[in-house]
């Protein structure tokens, strides 16, 4: 059975940094892209970011390019979400997602078979 858990979230500074943690268990990692997404209380869910199988292949949402990297060690079950300069629009609950394909082809929750628990994001002073 497909399990991911989130972690790494808490509370930040404006300009701080976080790293979010995705670990996977009861399948074989390097056989799903993995995404990140986030979702604020009342509004939907929005793609984040999204790394190959391999790692060699990467998307980003406009709103955070050159701020967030996503990266994953296949050896580990562990995809990572590190953001950098955050600002507070990015608070939120964010979740990792496996999509059982090579590529990531954008943010379509239905291509998603497995989902997380998420874990809390705030970024305040």
């Known amino acids: 059975q497909l399990q991911l858990v989130e972690s790494g979230g808490g509370l930040v500074q404006p300009g701080g940094s976080l790293r979010l943690s995705c670990a996977a268990s009861g399948f074989t990692v390097d056989r799903y892209a993995i995404g990140w997404f986030r979702q604020v209380p009342g509004k939907e869910r929005e793609g984040v970011s999204c790394i190959s199988r391999s790692g060699l292949y990467t998307i980003y949402a406009d709103s955070v390019k050159g701020r967030l990297t996503i990266s994953r060690d296949n050896a580990k079950s562990t995809v990572y979400l590190q953001m950098n300069s955050l600002k507070p629009e990015d608070t939120a609950i964010y979740y990792c997602?496996?999509?059982?394909?090579?590529?990531?082809?954008?943010?379509?929750?239905?291509?998603?078979?497995?989902w997380g628990q998420g874990t809390q994001v705030t970024v305040s002073s």
């Open positions: 997602a496996a999509r059982r394909e090579v590529y990531c082809s954008g943010f379509r929750e239905s291509e998603y078979a497995s």
